[in-house]
């Protein structure tokens, strides 16, 4: 079992930057990928950013490709979502998700562990 906290949501002004964090409390991410998700309100949760632990292998939404970056820090054993330039489309509760299957996979269906969500909103 794998416990994910997150935060750092807020509400912020289009255009500002935000950093969200993943953290697994009493365990490490050895072997395992973690994603960003969101969902915002009526629409279906979707994916964000995906990072390898070992490796750091990183992988983006088209949506966010050159605004977000995700990150690891292995003393924290926490990931990093870095938001920047946001804008009132990238608004929802943002999820932290891992796994340890051995293919990475961008469907949320597919993931094991889950965070509790955390609430962005980016005002025009």
């Known amino acids: 079992q794998v416990q994910l906290v997150e935060s750092g949501g807020g509400l912020v002004q289009a255009g500002d930057s935000l950093r969200l964090s993943c953290a697994a409390p009493?365990?490490?991410?050895?072997?395992?990928?973690i994603t960003w998700f969101r969902q915002a309100p009526g629409k279906e949760r979707e994916f964000v950013a995906l990072i390898t632990w070992n490796v750091g292998s990183t992988y983006y939404a088209d949506s966010v490709k050159g605004r977000f970056t995700i990150s690891r820090d292995h003393a924290a054993n926490t990931v990093y979502l870095q938001m920047n330039s946001l804008k009132p489309e990238d608004t929802a509760v943002y999820y932290c998700?891992?796994?340890?299957?051995?293919?990475?996979?961008?469907?949320?269906?597919?993931?094991?562990?889950w965070g509790q969500g955390t609430q962005v909103t980016v005002s025009s």
């Open positions: 998700a891992a796994d340890g299957a051995q293919l990475v996979t961008y469907k949320w269906r597919d993931y094991d562990y």
């Open positions: 009493g365990r490490t991410f050895n072997n395992y990928y």
